[in-house]
């Protein structure tokens, strides 16, 4: 049970009631003792995912109906709904990406999306796309703590109030920080992100005399780290509720970190959790936070009771959106529902299928072209190092902005002819979606590291290709590192790029996840690789053919 702002006000009016010899009747549009039923959908870090994959999983269509389901429940038991998206709408589906995430926007106002937070990569693209997408959404787009250097003044409205029955809600948006150094510089050169923590303390201020809402929830693209602990990102939701006086915000709907959040116990995630088990939201300063992990994979339900000014969460679950396991049937693996299947809504699926088949049309689109082969055949590219294999990895290298890039040679799955290069070729070479990330080490970090990826087997797809770094390797281990050809120096810090496969410990790689330099760019590979080739068309081949920079003795 949290004590909400009404009995502060109550005490507030008391104490200027004394003063001036009235009675104390604080303003409210709710019913004293009547109990109010208050539902908070959320979703985040949509990356483009408005069509159902390969396996029939996800998808706004199957949203929709849950959305709509749950919207029809709750209202005939007499309460109301309010449906947020911890943001990062753009990037990591090309027939999205192709439209400027336009069926995206679209179908978060057919689905009823009341506010989202504006996510690090709504700035993508230039920032007349993000107003265009503005445009499109007939929900607010949200954020406190992002300025235009010129005028000093927001660039996005700071928050939205909502009337629920009487109950007043003020939503606020806050963007991460890191936007400023994992974003495109080309795009944010005006644009400055201040400290969302100062922001949403000021705000709320601001909005408790001017608006006196019962509830204050904020929609934020910061990330939840555990305990606080957010190593080189920057602070994180829990950081936020921590700062801020304990309760003045009722509820955080996060983004940006991509997990499902669901604690074990006091500050501790349960790493353990799987589709369709319990979850339990973290709760920090008296605030609850929640996310629902990424591409609409869920839909987060938060159920609310509101009585007298308290807000008491009654409920909270994560509910998969036709996600799928794996299982043997007659000795042969198939994928099954793990809950019951969900419903394409018809209506939706009529809208969003124009949309499918443009971006279709659009992968055969010539993007570049190269002067010859770029070698990723598989019998070649797991046992040395190959011209393809170099330029995957510097294009994530320099996406990164990093020192050096490894790529794990099994996420290289064709070759690219000579000649005029297509989406569709891009999408053959890396079809898996895994997104860039980076971490940060001291050289000794870094050695030990390579020790055990450098040195992986031929003929296997953790053999590493690499970029921007030079060694020998000889007798299980490395020696002679050099990375932009300076000796490694054990004491320096050191950047590099790796696919979240190989950073969650895909392929026997060290697991990086945990690591405090750790960096998730929500780049999809796919997508880096695409820009990469536009931007150095025409290719000449020769340039990423392996010259002795890695050498097996």
């Known amino acids: 049970m949290k004590q909400g702002r009404w009995l502060k006000l109550a005490v507030s009016s008391a104490v200027f009631a004394a003063l001036v010899g009235c009675s104390p009747e604080p303003s409210h549009d709710w019913q004293k003792d009547k109990t109010y039923h208050i539902t908070v959908l959320h979703t985040n870090d949509h990356h483009g995912r408005f069509w159902q994959n390969k396996y029939g999983e996800y998808g706004m269509a199957a949203r929709k109906t849950l959305v709509d389901n749950i ?3 709750v209202e005939q038991q007499g309460g109301t709904v309010l449906l947020l998206s911890g943001g990062d709408i753009n990037t990591g589906v090309p027939e999205s990406d192709l439209q400027d995430a336009e069926p995206d926007f679209k179908g978060m106002n057919r689905i009823g ?29 949200l954020s406190a703590n992002i300025y235009d250097k010129t005028t000093g003044k927001r660039l996005f409205e700071p928050y939205k109030v909502f009337d629920k029955q009487g109950v007043k809600i003020a939503v606020i948006g806050l963007t991460t920080e890191d936007t400023a150094k994992i974003g495109n510089p080309e795009y944010l050169g005006n644009v400055e992100f201040r400290d969302p923590k100062e922001e949403a303390k000021i705000l709320i201020e601001e909005i408790e005399q001017k608006e006196k809402p019962d509830l204050i929830f904020a929609v934020t693209h910061m990330g939840h780290y555990e305990d606080g602990k957010h190593g080189i990102n920057a602070p994180g939701d829990v950081a936020l509720a921590r700062y801020l006086d ?7 709907v996060g983004g940006h970190s991509q997990e499902p959040v669901c604690m074990e116990s006091a500050n501790h995630v349960n790493t353990a959790f799987k589709p369709g088990d319990e979850c339990q939201p973290d709760i920090q300063n008296g605030t609850y936070i929640v996310q629902a992990h990424e591409w609409g994979k869920y839909v987060g339900r938060a159920d609310y009771t509101f009585k007298n000014g308290e807000l008491n969460m009654v409920s909270y679950n994560l509910i998969p959106v036709n996600l ?12 099954v529902f793990i809950e019951e299947e969900i419903p394409q809504n018809k209506e939706m ?5 124009p949309y499918q088949e443009k971006g279709q049309e659009q992968l055969n689109v010539k993007i570049a ?4 082969k770029l070698e990723g055949d598989r019998n070649v590219v797991r046992f040395k190092q190959t011209n393809l294999g170099r330029l995957i990895a510097q294009a994530q290298m320099e996406r990164g902005k990093a020192d050096f890039g490894v790529m794990n040679s099994g996420g290289v799955r064709d070759s690219i002819e000579g000649g005029d290069i297509t989406y569709k070729d891009v999408l053959k070479v890396q079809p ?18 390579l020790n055990v990826v450098a040195t992986k087997p031929v003929d296997s797809g953790a053999y590493a290709q690499f970029a921007g770094i030079s060694m020998q390797v000889a007798n299980g281990k490395v020696s002679d590192v050099k990375i932009n050809g300076k000796p490694l120096d054990e004491s320096q810090t050191y950047r590099f790029t790796i696919p979240s496969y190989n950073a969650a410990g895909g392929d026997g790689y060290p697991k990086l996840t945990e690591h405090p330099g750790y960096v998730n760019t929500g780049f999809v590979d796919a997508e880096v690789l695409k820009e990469y080739l536009q931007s150095h068309s025409p290719i000449k081949v020769d340039t990423y053919n392996p010259s002795g920079q890695i050498v097996y003795k």
């Open 71 to 73: 919207r029809q429940e």
């Open 113 to 141: 999306y009341d506010a989202m937070a504006i996510g690090n990569h709504e700035f993508d693209n230039p920032l007349d796309v993000l107003k265009k997408q503005e445009g499109w959404a007939t929900f607010p787009l």
């Open 246 to 252: 304990e309760g003045s915000l009722d509820m955080i």
């Open 324 to 335: 799928k396991k794996k299982v043997k049937v007659n000795g042969e693996s198939q994928r």
């Open 349 to 353: 699926v009529e809208f969003l299928t």
């Open 369 to 372: 072209q190269s002067d010859g």
């Open 432 to 449: 898996f979606g895994n997104i860039i990330t980076y971490v940060d080490m001291n050289g000794k970090e870094v050695l030990d590291y």
